[in-house]
């Protein structure tokens, strides 16, 4: 292992520092996302996502939800930053979900507790 990955580790292993930061929105891979409290009001905005899983079964599933809030947190090193999405979650079993045929757009019916 070398030096400098040893110093993340070391840095990780502390735990995150006590302060944290949080946004109403976050830019990453080409998107944007805003809690849906930002663009409330707003005409256009970002709040949805979508986390592909599985299950213990092997099955695939995708999880749906509204980003509520951006949270930053930081290991006592410039290069080791976390940022984590609250989120209110759908429920995405058959009756919980619809996916448009033509668009494959999807719409949740059914919501679920938030969770970071």
């Known amino acids: 292992m ?16 006590r302060k944290v930061k949080c946004y ?16 409330h009001g707003r ?4 709040s949805g996502v979508c986390v592909k899983g599985s299950t213990s079964s092997e099955l695939e599933v995708d999880y749906y939800g509204i980003l509520e ?3 930053e947190l930081q290991y006592h090193s410039e290069q080791n930053i976390v940022f984590l ?6 429920n ?4 919980g979900i619809r996916v448009d045929p033509h668009y494959g757009l999807s719409k ?3 919501k679920l507790d938030s969770a970071m």
């Open 108 to 110: 949740s019916t059914q």
């Open 2 to 17: 070398g030096m400098g990955a040893a110093k993340s580790l070391s840095s990780l292993s502390l735990g995150p520092e």
């Open 92 to 95: 995405t079993t058959d009756r």
């Open 69 to 71: 809030e951006v949270v």
């Open 85 to 90: 999405f609250k989120c209110y979650w759908y």
């Open 24 to 39: 109403n929105g976050y830019f990453v891979n080409g998107y944007v996302f805003h809690t849906e409290e930002y663009g």
């Open 43 to 46: 005409k256009t905005y970002k």
